[in-house]
């Protein structure tokens, strides 16, 4: 059974500061996707990791993947308030089964 | 463009009822995912249809749940004599599955079933 572990569970930070966000599984797969939710709101795409070494960036958040430790980071760089959400990973189990497997999810709060 | 619409938003509803709960996928999406978020956790997988035949129901927890997508758009997913268990937060996702490719799934504001 595919597992997805996120660390921290749970992360404060004050604004302007770099943080790591980190997501293990437990099966080999080359397809890991990081969301951002919200509030009361559905998941927000933010990044599509499709291979090993791949690394994307959007503003302050930038995702990477490492498919031979099995591992993706989602780091924050000199954050500000409007990044607080939770950040969810997933991982596609790649065996022709499309279902998305997530991870425990990382409630992140920028403090001012 | 629209985007994955679910209705209702909110339902409520009492234990043993029945209920519905409608996704309207994004045009030309040939993929549909149903999933159930329990407050403070990961969306959790039920159904996935690809057209109109479901393709992999291995997460619907018992048969009282049941999914539809008749013509290979729209689908709902039915919930028999709900238990207060059954309260959570259904999302429903598509994509535009292409086989090798990867998998990028779009969700809807999801449906918040509340059984008192």
């Known amino acids: 059974e595919l597992k997805v572990e996120q660390n921290p569970l749970f992360l404060s930070m004050q604004e302007g500061k770099n943080y790591t966000i980190y997501c293990n599984y437990s099966?080999?797969?080359?397809?890991l996707y990081w969301y951002r939710q919200d509030p009361g709101k559905s998941l927000e795409s933010l990044f599509v990791?499709?291979?090993?070494?791949a690394v994307k960036q959007e503003g302050r958040l930038m995702a990477s993947l490492d498919t031979k430790a099995r591992l993706s980071t989602l780091h924050i760089t000199a954050a500000v308030h409007d990044l607080s959400a939770t950040y969810f990973c997933?991982?596609?189990?790649?065996?022709?089964?499309?279902?998305?497997?997530f991870g425990t999810g990382t409630r992140l709060t920028i403090i001012p | 463009g629209a985007g994955v619409s679910q209705t209702p938003s909110n339902k409520v509803t009492e234990k043993g009822k029945y209920v519905e709960l409608r996704c309207d996928p994004i045009?030309?999406?040939?993929?549909l995912y149903w999933y159930r978020q329990s407050l403070g956790q990961g969306p959790e997988f039920l159904i996935y249809?690809?057209?109109?035949?479901?393709?992999?129901d291995s997460g619907l927890p018992n048969d009282r749940f049941f999914a539809v997508r008749p013509e290979g758009s729209v689908s709902t997913l039915k919930i028999q004599r709900t238990e207060r268990g059954d309260s959570a937060v259904y999302l429903c996702?598509?994509?535009?599955?292409?086989?090798?490719?990867?998998?990028?799934?779009?969700f809807g504001p999801g449906t918040r079933l509340t059984v008192l």
């Open positions: 997933a991982v596609d189990a790649n065996f022709g089964n499309e279902k998305l497997t």
């Open positions: 045009s030309g999406h040939t993929a």
């Open positions: 996702a598509s994509s535009s599955f292409d086989r090798g490719l990867y998998n990028e799934q779009f």
């Open positions: 099966t080999t797969s080359d397809r």
């Open positions: 249809f690809q057209g109109t035949g479901a393709a992999d």
């Open positions: 990791l499709l291979s090993n070494g």
